[in-house]
């Protein structure tokens, strides 16, 4: 099992960014498919839940209207699309795949919202 992420780099406040998760899973479309984010010197926080159909999803409150998770089950890809960045957005972002007790992570991109 790998997850591999992309899209990472710096981008200037209120701009835009689509980061990408490449998923080698077998029944990828059964997994919950999330993004979580860590910055430096903080815990962790999930970022976006797309659920195993993509039929619903869920967001963290400062994400809401800036942030919108997809997810394509015949390419076995998630993304995320980021949009008016602020440099509290600046962190580690993580793919997380989650199916009953089966879960995986990926090594993460980096994000720096930054002019």
């Known amino acids: 099992v790998q997850l591999v992420e992309s899209g990472g780099g710096l981008v200037q406040p209120g701009g835009s960014r689509r980061l990408s998760c490449a998923a080698s899973i077998f029944l990828f479309s059964r997994y919950e498919m999330n993004w979580y984010r860590q910055a430096l010197g903080k815990e962790r926080e999930l970022v976006a839940t797309?659920?195993?159909?993509?039929?619903?999803?869920d967001y963290a409150d400062s994400m809401k209207g800036r942030f919108t998770i997809s997810r394509d089950n015949y390419k076995n890809m998630v993304y995320l699309q980021m949009n008016n960045l602020k440099p509290e957005d600046t962190a580690v972002y993580y793919c997380?795949?989650?199916?009953?007790?089966?879960?995986?992570w990926g090594q993460g991109t980096q994000v720096t919202v930054s002019s």
């Open positions: 797309i659920t195993s159909g993509g039929g619903s999803t």
């Open positions: 997380n795949a989650r199916w009953g007790r089966d879960v995986y």
